[in-house]
């Protein structure tokens, strides 16, 4: 791993240059969990680029390791210093969480930076001054965060970025904790920055699970798999700005997205135990049964009539992709629902479903899970065989952890417990942390 | 332990807490070696000092009011003291822990083991050792006494300091990193102020807990040596010794007035500017409020006096100071080998220190001594369990009952702080001369003694508790018709469990430290005694009796962490598991 800091020659060079990056958590050695996967990147002037994936995906990961933040494990990133005259680093970050100083003012919080370089006070004084009026901070330079709304917050942290002049400014996320509405009219507010070339910036590379957000906003989507992450597509956006949610193509494009995000290998999963990804060491999504019913009833009633479009779904119901997706997949695993591109079907079994009451719910969900996800299947084999009908849920536990790292172990668990309780095909002790088939009743 | 702030304790501190505080066992052991070897030593080293006992160290105190306010400022910069002390040593060793492991493998247990080690047992040493190093002024005293205070203030403190380090919030750090902030405005500007409400929380505990040991080591008696410091402490033992009850009373007077205006004037304004280095991003509902602290902000004099101060403190992060730039030590991945290199010296170490503490002990001492120290310590044991159990039976109705009315929590709280606060050792006299009057059997009649300053810990944290139920569960609870006993028994008990954990453990621990002054009582030439390991200590101490002395703290330090482990720690880690409401 390199990261090389230079004064490149002609202004048309690359502002950063990630080659072969890959980047192992946990253990040094090859047991640790592999987040990224020779990932490339090259961000050039003027453009406004997103990193758009399904959380575990590794676009965070990446986006710290251009930042300086960590180290990857292998591969190389290269920062080019362009503009600016005393700066030391060529990028600036934007925080999901703001990270704001909640002991500093906003004018304290947004001089962070110039000065941890040493930047004399006056001057120190008049950027921060010029960057607070640049993001419409002005009459709060003496607030201090706890009493700013979160549009207010996140406007320092941007004013905090561009007061150090960066080359590049990287976003991780940074609209998603806000409501609807501020998040737009911060996302407006930063395109006619943009567009009016008032930011001291020459690129902005963004992190973001929101499809809609990524097409609005960018002139380039890098797509992300996740487990582990890698780059599956690369879409140039070419829709003139500003952007219309409603127009035909915008709307063609995000669908076009969800279905490169859904993309899998086609076909029931293989029953092989070994493998990872399929049989014990298929990672779950821990998404509840109401959700899991009333994505089912949702699909079942008019107008959708079994059938919908993912993009289209994703809007009436007001869920972003990487809420959606996962509810879709999960339907797909337990075979209620068929993915086919981009677009979603129910099976027979979920009509049924949708039709039944709560114990042939139950019934049906039981027969499902212990068809289809092996881990349950796994579980009530284990307490059928042993005289006591109990078995510690660490044993299973450890078991999933020689496939998976320990976090999607655990939400995998979750998974388990709270779906085989719903279909009572075994009981969960949280106290002593066992399963057991003896019903409560 | 780490005190959370009543007020404002939840469920996400508890869990650190809890979490923190399973330190490995083994590192325990070592610990305990290590620092009972070190008090062997030093005092060893004391007595090899030459004439560190002798010359009459009586300062002449008289027992005039007109003379009690001059004996109170003493007594008061003393605490100034210790608690500058405490923080000095805070700020540093804590710091240390948390930037480099290989430190904090030793730091980390020795501070678990020290706070449960009986400091009041340590005076024997460190009166022998400072007077050794000031053999000819009053200096050494002085210093003994401040050591002493320092001994029941530190490690709460360092604590609390080093789990704020080890719990900054990434988003923070990545920032702080991202503008490659130096070692030192990091500190200054991000980790300083990020610890600072918990260690302004724990530095008013530790105060609270110090007059204590300010007055129990003013006056001290170690073999045929008094050594007296003028103070509110040594005023008390005069009086004790001419049976002067109206001095009593005016000691108890002073105390109080003391106490009351080192909270108004300093704590309370502390706190309420602490406030705003909370992390919370949201406005809080409650302020801490402190009327001083408004009028100092509101003043123009004070603002002109404390401007160049404010000044100076922006001017900090400036400095340029490339020695205390602590560089990231061990937090580096460092060879497996030199670990195990470095966990296999400090148990050499520690094999060596117990070894060294058994020599000493064995020198005049037998197996027959131990048991007996053994058999004592269970005897002392049964009264710290008896007597929290039964200031649990009245104080937690108490407390539940005043913590449900916002009303009368906001007025008793105050004054049930004031209480813990207050040194109970100033109390003894009018115990004993009842006891005396009425007769009674010193072994059941004194245990309350153990307590009496202790007790409060419980009331104030279940007062805390309970204020923090939350309103909808109330509400829940009211229109279920919930009957008294279902009520306690599935709402409040386990709402206000983790409080109570909290208040109960520090009331223990002070009460193994109180049974140290409180099994043996005196008033003038009347001496009332209770068998216990205290009184073991209290009576080595007096015939100077080191070897008895190290024996009995030692015993008493195993036991303390014993029930620590056996008892306190699995309620923490319950309440952390069981019992969150967030």
């Known amino acids: 791993m390199t990261v090389t800091l230079e004064r490149p020659a002609q202004t048309d060079a690359p502002l950063v240059e990630v080659a072969g990056l890959k980047h192992v958590y ?26 758009l994936g399904r959380s575990g995906s590794g676009k965070s990961t990446l986006l710290r390791s251009i930042a300086g933040l960590i180290a990857p494990t292998g591969g190389s990133v290269r920062v080019s210093d362009m503009a600016g005259d005393d700066q030391a680093h060529g990028v600036a970050m934007v925080f999901q969480s703001f990270a704001l100083f909640p002991w500093l003012t906003v004018q304290k919080n947004v001089e962070l930076g110039l000065e941890a370089r040493g ?78 070339g008032r930011m001291p910036i020459r690129s902005i590379l963004m992190v973001t699970h929101n499809i809609e957000e990524a097409v609005l906003m960018c002139d380039r989507i890098l797509v992300f798999s996740s487990n582990p992450g890698r780059v599956i597509a690369e879409i140039k956006v070419d829709l003139p700005q500003p952007r219309r949610r409603l127009d035909p193509a915008f709307r063609a494009l995000v669908d076009d997205i969800y279905a490169r995000m859904t993309a899998r290998p086609a076909g029931p999963p293989a029953r092989q135990a070994d493998a990872p990804g399929v049989g014990l060491g298929m990672a779950l999504s ?34 972003e992709a990487d809420e959606l997706l996962p509810i879709a997949e999960t339907l797909q695993l337990m075979r209620f629902a068929e993915i086919d591109g981009r677009a979603i079907r129910l099976t027979p079994a979920a009509r049924r479903y949708d039709a039944a009451e709560v114990d042939a719910r139950k019934q049906l969900f039981a027969q499902h899970l212990l068809a289809f996800v092996p881990l349950a299947a796994h579980i009530r084999r284990v307490l059928d065989d042993r005289a006591s009908h109990q078995a510690p849920a660490r044993r299973f536990r450890d078991e999933l952890e020689d496939f998976m790292s320990e976090a999607y172990a655990e939400e995998t668990m979750d998974a388990i417990v709270s779906w085989g309780r719903f279909a009572e095909i075994f009981a969960f002790h949280e106290d002593d942390d066992r399963f057991s088939l003896d019903d409560p009743a | 332990m780490v005190f959370l702030s009543a007020e404002r304790m939840n469920g996400h501190l508890l869990a650190r807490f809890a979490r923190a505080r399973f330190a490995p ?67 540093v060793v804590a710091t240390v822990a948390a930037k480099s492991r290989k430190a904090e493998l030793v730091i980390v247990p020795m501070l678990d083991i020290l706070q449960s080690v009986p400091v009041l047992g340590f005076l024997t040493f460190t009166v022998t050792f400072f007077m050794g190093l000031f053999p000819t002024s009053e200096l050494g005293l002085e210093l003994a006494s401040i050591f002493a205070v320092f001994t029941a203030q530190a490690w709460n403190m360092t604590f609390s300091f080093y789990q704020s380090l080890r719990t900054l919030p990434g988003d923070l750090d990545e920032v702080a990193r ?26 008013m505990m530790s105060m609270s807990a110090g007059w204590f040991f300010v007055v129990a080591s003013e006056a001290i008696t170690v073999g045929k040596t008094t050594a007296t410091l003028p103070g509110i402490g040594s005023w008390i033992a005069l009086a004790i010794e001419r049976r002067d009850f109206a001095a009593v009373a005016w000691a108890v007077g002073a105390m109080a007035v003391v106490i009351v205006l080192y909270d108004q004037f300093l704590f309370r304004p502390i706190v309420a500017w602490a406030d705003k280095f909370r992390f919370e991003q949201t406005a809080s509902q409650e302020q801490p409020r402190s009327w001083f602290f408004d009028v100092l902000r509101r003043t123009r004099l004070f603002r002109r006096i404390a401007s160049p101060f404010g000044r100076a403190l922006a001017r900090l992060p ?69 007597l929290i159990a039964i200031a649990s039976a009245v104080w937690v109705p108490i407390g539940v009952w005043i913590g449900l009315r916002p009303a009368w929590s906001q007025r008793i709280q105050p004054v049930a702080q004031f209480l813990a606060a207050f040194p109970a050792n100033v109390l003894f006299p009018v115990a004993v001369v009842a006891i005396i009057a009425w007769r009674r059997d010193p072994n059941i009649w004194l245990s309350p003694l153990i307590a009496l300053g202790a007790q409060w810990y419980i009331l104030f944290n279940v007062v805390a508790g309970a204020s923090a139920l939350p309103g909808d569960l109330k509400e829940a609870a009211g229109v279920f018709h919930l009957r008294s006993w279902q009520r306690w028994r599935d709402f409040i008990l386990p709402g206000i469990f983790p ?55 030692s015993v008493m330090s195993v036991f303390v962490i014993a029930l620590n482990r056996a008892l306190w720690r699995p309620m923490y880690a319950y309440a952390e598991k069981h019992l969150r409401l967030d």
């Not at chain 2, 008033?523 to 009796?545: N, Q, S, V």
């Open chain 1, 26 to 51: 946990g253990k040094g050695g090859g047991a640790g969990l592999l987040v990224l996967n020779d990932v490339n990147l090259t961000l050039r002037a003027g453009e406004i680029v997103g990193l």
């Open chain 1, 119 to 196: 930047v004399p006070t006056e001057q120190r004084r008049k950027r921060t001054l010029a960057a607070i009026d640049l993001i419409g901070l002005d009459g709060f330079e003496n607030a201090y965060p706890k009493e700013l709304s979160g549009g207010m917050r996140q406007r320092v942290g941007l004013a905090r970025a561009l007061v150090v002049q960066p080359s590049v400014l990287l976003m991780d996320e940074p609209f998603s904790a806000l409501d609807v509405l501020t998040a737009e009219t911060l996302r407006t507010d930063l395109l006619d920055l943009w567009s009016e």
């Open chain 1, 286 to 319: 821990h998404v509840s049964t109401n959700t899991l019913s009333g994505m089912i009833e949702a699909l079942a009633a008019s107008p959708n009539n079994g059938a919908a479009e993912l993009g289209a779904l994703g809007r009436d119901l007001n869920l």
């Open chain 2, 25 to 91: 066992n083994r590192y325990d052991l070592i610990a305990l070696a290590l620092i009972g070897a070190a008090a062997v030593l030093v005092t060893h080293g004391a007595q090899q000092m030459g004439q560190p006992l002798a010359g009459p160290h009586i300062l002449p105190v008289s027992l005039d009011p007109a003379r009690l306010p001059e004996y109170a400022l003493r007594t008061t910069l003393r605490m100034f003291a210790a608690i500058l002390a405490s923080l000095a040593f805070t700020l």
């Open chain 2, 178 to 203: 991202q503008f490659g902030l130096s070692p030192w405005r990091r500190f200054i500007r991000f980790e300083l102020p990020f610890a600072t409400p918990a260690l302004v929380w724990n530095t």
């Open chain 2, 318 to 386: 400036r400095l340029a100071l490339p020695s205390l730039s602590l560089p990231r030590l061990g937090r580096v991945r460092t060879g497996r080998w030199f670990d195990r290199l470095w966990v296999a010296a400090v148990t050499a170490a520690a094999g060596w220190a117990a070894w060294t503490i058994f020599r000493y002990i064995a020198t005049t001492l037998t197996i027959h001594d131990a048991l007996t120290a053994t058999s004592l310590g269970l005897i002392t044991l049964a009264r710290v369990l008896a």
């Open chain 2, 499 to 553: 409080y109570y954990v909290t208040g109960a453990l520090t009331a223990s621990g002070g009460s193994w430290n109180a049974s140290i002054v409180a099994e043996v009582v005196s008033w003038g030439h009347t001496r009332l005694e209770a068998t216990g390991l205290g009184a073991f200590i209290a009576k080595a101490t007096a015939a100077g009796d080191y070897r008895r002395v190290a024996l009995g703290i």
